[in-house]
Nanobody, 130 residues
């Protein structure tokens, strides 16, 4: 399974923007479904955005829809998460991970199948202050 590393987190003010990056650290090509997930202390890891590599089909949780954009760069073998209009509730540790297929419910990342994803990195911290 692919091993991944996240980067690009930081501290921004409410309404600000960040771009997170996800790269394979073991030389494998990203394939299948790539996802960005986030977790805050005491809560389950939740899916924010998914992208089907190649087709480019995307899925977003309602909480980030219209503000976050997941994208792929097949030449650089990277996946990105562009985050705009950040809110205090977006503050979390962000992770990327991979699965053979995107797992969704009603067009949103399924909260019940996060366990299927592999290759979790150390995460990158996003802090949003008012």
């Amino acid at each position: 399974q692919v091993q991944l590393a996240e980067s690009g987190g930081g501290s921004v003010q409410t309404g600000g923007s960040l771009r997170l990056s996800c790269a394979a650290t073991d030389g494998r090509y990203l394939s299948g479904c790539m996802g960005w997930f986030r977790q805050t202390p005491g809560k389950e890891r939740e899916g924010g955005a998914l992208i089907l590599i190649g087709a480019g089909t995307t899925y977003y949780d309602d909480s980030v829809k219209g503000r976050f954009t997941i994208s792929q760069d097949n030449i650089k073998n990277m996946v990105y998460l562009e985050m705009n209009a950040l809110k205090s509730e977006d503050a979390a540790m962000y992770y990327c991970a991979a699965n053979s297929q995107c797992t969704t419910i009603n067009g949103n990342p399924s909260p019940f199948e996060t366990y299927r994803y592999r290759g979790w990195g150390q995460g990158t911290q996003v802090t949003v202050s008012s």
